[in-house]
């Protein structure tokens, strides 16, 4: 799984690719995330062999720039949801 952000530096935005919490810099790649970025295929299969990390102080900020809402299922939902359940057969 890849996962993607994007972060204000005093450079201004910067779009990333986290590798063990670690932002990388895309912009060898491209500008920002946006959606058009998204539906290129652009960031399909990044390697992150030729990227730098992102030093000093940031701020996060939306993960896809040009959108007002992301929707989004968490990985744990079956567990989550199991959890729903299983409570509400208790009767707590």
Same mark, same amino acid.
């Given at each position: 799984?890849?996962?993607?952000?994007?972060?204000?530096?005093?450079? &201004?935005? #910067?779009?990333?690719?986290?590798?063990?919490?670690?932002? *990388?810099?895309?912009?060898?790649? #491209?500008?920002?995330?946006?959606?058009?970025?998204?539906?290129?295929?652009? *960031? =399909?299969? #990044?390697?992150?062999?030729? *990227?730098?990390?992102?030093? &000093?102080? #940031?701020?996060? *900020?939306?993960?896809?720039?040009?959108?007002?809402?992301? =929707?989004?299922? &968490?990985?744990?939902?079956?567990?989550?949801?199991?959890?729903?359940?299983?409570?509400?057969?208790? &009767?707590?």
């Amino acid at each position: 799984m890849q996962q993607f952000g994007r972060i204000l530096t005093e450079d &201004g935005v #910067v779009p990333v690719k986290f590798d063990r919490n670690e932002p *990388l810099d895309l912009r060898t790649l #491209v500008s920002d995330i946006t959606p058009d970025v998204i539906a290129s295929g652009a *960031l =399909a299969d #990044v390697d992150t062999a030729h *990227l730098s990390a992102v030093d &000093g102080s #940031v701020t996060y *900020l939306a993960p896809i720039d040009g959108i007002r809402q992301v =929707a989004a299922t &968490g990985f744990n939902y079956r567990k989550h949801n199991r959890g729903i359940q299983h409570e509400s057969a208790c &009767g707590t």
